[in-house]
């Protein structure tokens, strides 16, 4: 089979450890090397800097969940890295470990055999990060509405029955007033139409 990369690596990547494998093919023979690195970013620039000693131009990565993330950021300017889906590159079953892992990665893109998933460049990375964060914060704002509904019905208490919005200014007031322990339906009404005449103001 056709060697597409003569010095080239394969990672194990676990959120501890990086199980590294170089493999080297050269005058007809192929030498393997395996060493384990550690995830922080000194043993991520030691792991780089062998990377670098032993010649390699690629590495591919196989991890599970954001693991790889450091690691790409480290070595992304010492080899070209190539990504790799953990279920493209499982091996036979009953023969797995961690440095069969590396080594097999390793031996699977000399040949050129990895499909690389996807990597953004790092900006649409960081706007990927910002609009997944915003997209959470805004369901973790309405399961909090729903839950405040909830316990409002559950009370007797229809508010959102003459408000638009119960978490609004006037929502807002109300609920304050009852958690202080007002009832009276009439001062009540006098602090939501107070909410209503503070909101009117902002918007004007």
Known sequence: MEVIH?????????QKTVVACVRIAAAGAVRHE?????????????????????GCTHAVLESTGVYWKPI??????EVTLVLAHAAAVR???GRKSDVND?????DLLAHGLVRASFVPPPEQQALRELTRTRKQLVREAAAHTQRIH??????????ASVLTDVLGVSGRAVIEALAAGETDP???DHVARQGCVRRARVDQ
């Open 34 to 54: 395996v060493r384990t690195f550690g995830t922080t970013t000194p043993a991520l620039v030691a792991l780089g800097e062998w990377l670098r000693a032993e």
């Open 150 to 159: 909830k316990i409002l019905e559950g009370a007797s208490v229809k508010l």
């Open 6 to 14: 003569a010095r080239c690596a394969g990672l194990d990547v676990h």
């Open 72 to 77: 790409w950021a480290v070595l992304a300017d």
């Open 186 to 188: 009439e001062r009540l």
């Open 102 to 106: 590396a080594r097999w990665l390793a």
């Open 91 to 93: 091996q036979v079953p």
